[in-house]
């Protein structure tokens, strides 16, 4: 993908829009792999849709606050697909933890995580989504945000 370097034109395409979603209310989940199944609480879903700039590279942010019922940990991390479907089409950013945010123990805490997704194809349609999971226990998870920006 080219590089957007000084004195280039920029073309509609090389700068997309910003897309962020959010999400206040707190829910409960016990899965240890990666879902958007709650036990408890008020669930709505972190999703957006965006566009690939020409680079095909964009900044994935994301920030919840956690806790959990033990020592176990509460983790949520972002999951990519080809498409505008939320949670459909082939997976080009799998959800993993070191891609995401977590916290252990039974203190509340926001934390968040900036990563670079590469290898985009230019002007095509993608969809995010967070995704939590525990190790054990119960995890509580709020105030959950994800944003995507286009990287020259």
Known sequence: M???LAGSTLLALDTPATVQASA???YDATSTTYTTT???GSYSEVAVVFT???TGRVEISLAARLINSGSFGSLVTVEVRIGSTIGSGAVVD???DNTGTS???TTFARSGITHLLSGLTPGASYN???LHRVTGGTGSFAMRELIVKPVP
Do not use: H
């Open 24 to 26: 206040s209310a707190s």
């Open 94 to 96: 799998s959800a993993l």
């Open 103 to 105: 916290r252990y123990g």
């Open 52 to 54: 690939a700039p020409t």
């Open 128 to 130: 995010a989504r967070l």
């Open 38 to 40: 709650a036990t408890g």
């Open 2 to 4: 080219p590089d957007l």
